[in-house]
């Protein structure tokens, strides 16, 4: 198997993570053991030394040959890839694979703090907390564009601290957090980008200069003032060897940089003792101030750094790497969102909804979050939305949800009575529109401006005859279905009525009218080309959601366009 690995990873850009798929299918037919998981990774690198060096010795007999040195390009830069990959976690991720414990000492580490979680010693003192909502849909963090901004987050975050009156206010493991799907926080996969979303620790939100406590006696391991913005700021990490078959390590992160000073690798430290302070958003990394607390169960030869978020995709073997740190301080699991899972809301709505409200694709996805171009699922990743053709100025503009939340607070109710704002809206409309348009009819969908603009054409003229586009889509009210091609030559569509007649999608490069010089030459009359010319207008090639709807009046042809 290292042989199969090590000729299917080359050209991968996560070569770990293509590994771990042929370790499953094959720990499907033939189960794995332990040692040889722990040497495949080993086994994997030196049948890439192997190859190296017979394409070399070849290169040297056979200078001749080219096809001798195919594959040595590829090796060379796999190695380079690999050697940044340490062994423990490459058997941490096979294991992961074949759906053992990504750590080895996992279950060793929860017996034992099932039953010492009493003795243990927060890292911030407290009586009371509260646990603070940041996953992706969260409804206190509001507007997903002042998320993004690091000023605006943390105004944001140090207002929701303060609102609260416990101790300290309490940040979840395992959290989906869309605070984390900006560029920093971006990897790539082989199947494109992915987001390192999840939340691998706990927060403690606290004033700055908060002393900060060893939860347990151990000696230092490492430390580091990771200075980069939004990173850790000053770090510390203690190494505990609580039994002697079980090590594990604690990560402080967000400390004031004094924390780091009288500080050594190898200097003893005692449970309780203060260790550091939290820093202030100017030396901690650019956080609203609060400590990161995590447990790690193996360093993966990491000093003064390790990962406090992983992509939903890898969130499995880095939750076995890193587990729970509420369990080590009270023998019980952190609290998780009550949020229906995927299956639970098909279901539900299968049973419960109207089968007109369909759901898109064989894995549905599940959005809690818009931003500007794109949505969020409830995993953090970041969708771009080429679908939605309602928010034209991005989801959740801020000037947008400011207005609406200014006016929802003051009144909303019905046009039959009058206010300024009316007047405004529809005078400030009227200005975009050429000379002689002056009446404006306010709706609330583009549905029910296509009944109006129906019931006004058949109103003004008497016919009912109308001439659509074939495969066009005008809304979901009986009158826009039955003049929608979509729907009535579509799946379950019952056809056209009599009076609907449908005429080709005007296409210059595959439709069977094919631009005017084409018409010029096969001599056709001028009113084939019509939808043609009608095609090229810029209002129908800017617009898309304008409708064209081409009605037979006193035997002429006039064109009805409504919004």
């Known amino acids: 198997m290292a042989i199969a690995i090590a000729y299917a990873i080359m050209g991968k850009t996560d070569p770990l993570e293509a590994a771990c798929h042929i370790v499953t299918g094959f720990n499907n037919k033939l189960q794995l053991t332990e040692k040889e998981l722990k040497s495949l990774f080993p086994l994997t690198i030196a049948r890439l030394l192997i190859s190296i060096t017979c394409s070399e010795l070849n290169r040297l007999e056979h200078p001749e040959n080219n096809y001798l040195q195919i594959s040595d390009e590829a090796a060379w830069s796999l190695l380079e890839k690999l050697r940044s990959i340490d062994p423990a976690l490459a058997e941490a991720s096979f294991r992961n694979a074949c759906d053992m414990a990504p750590a080895v000492n996992e279950s060793r580490f929860m017996e034992w703090a099932k039953e010492n979680h009493s003795k243990v010693i927060a890292p911030v003192l407290y009586k009371s907390y509260t646990w603070l909502d940041l996953s992706v849909g969260s409804l206190d963090l509001g507007n997903s564009q002042d998320i993004n901004d690091n000023e605006k987050l943390n105004e944001k975050l140090s207002s929701l601290v303060t609102q609260n009156t416990s ?64 990173d850790y700021g ?53 956080w609203t101030p609060h400590l990161h607390f995590q447990v790690i169960l193996d360093m993966l030869g990491k000093k003064g750094d390790f990962p406090g978020v992983c992509s939903y995709e890898q969130s499995t073997l880095w939750k076995g790497i890193s587990p729970d740190p509420w369990f080590l301080l009270t023998g019980k699991p952190s609290p998780t969102e009550k949020a ?78 009058l206010h300024d704002n009316l007047v405004k809206f529809v005078e400030e409309l009227l200005q975009t529109m050429p000379a002689g348009l002056n009446v404006a009819f306010v709706v609330n969908s583009g549905s029910e401006a296509n009944e109006l603009a129906l019931r006004l054409a058949k109103n003004y003229t008497n016919q009912t005859d109308i001439l659509v586009s074939e495969v066009g889509y005008h809304g979901n009210t009986n009158a826009c279905v039955e ?81």
């Open 234 to 286: 000053p770090t510390l990490i203690i190494e505990h060897q609580v039994a002697k078959d079980l090590t594990f390590y604690t990560l402080y992160g967000h400390l004031s940089e004094v924390s780091l000073q009288n500080k050594f690798v190898g200097k003893k430290i005692e449970k309780g003792e203060v260790i550091a302070t939290i820093g202030d958003l100017s030396e901690n990394g650019g």
């Open 167 to 230: 101790d300290v206010t309490l940040g979840k493991y395992n959290e989906a957090r869309a605070i984390y799907s900006t560029g920093a926080f971006e990897e790539r996969g082989n199947e494109g980008p992915r987001w390192r979303t999840i939340q691998l620790g706990l927060d403690f939100f606290c004033k700055s200069g908060t002393p900060v406590y060893a939860i347990w006696e151990g000696v230092i391991h490492s430390l580091s003032n990771n200075s980069a913005d939004r």
């Open 483 to 563: 003049i929608s091609s979509y729907k009535f030559d579509g799946v379950g569509g019952k056809g056209k009525p009599p009076h609907i007649h449908v005429i080709p999608i005007p296409d210059i490069y595959r439709g069977i009218y094919r631009g005017m010089k084409w018409h010029q030459e096969k001599n056709m009359p001028n009113m084939y080309a019509m939808p043609l010319r009608l095609c090229r207008r810029k209002a129908i090639i800017q617009q898309h959601l304008f409708l064209n709807l081409l009605l037979v009046v006193g035997g002429k042809l006039n064109c009805l366009w409504a919004s």
């Open 340 to 417: 229906l899972s995927k299956a639970d809301i098909v279901s539900y709505r299968r049973k419960h909804l109207g089968k007109n409200l369909s759901v898109s694709y064989k894995d549905p996805i599940k959005m809690v979050r818009g931003s500007g171009q794109y949505l969020l699922d409830d995993t953090g990743r970041k969708y771009l939305d080429t679908v939605n053709n309602v928010a034209h100025v991005g989801h959740e503009h801020p000037r947008v949800v400011r207005a609406g939340q200014r006016q929802m607070a003051v009144l909303n109710t019905n046009t039959r009575y």
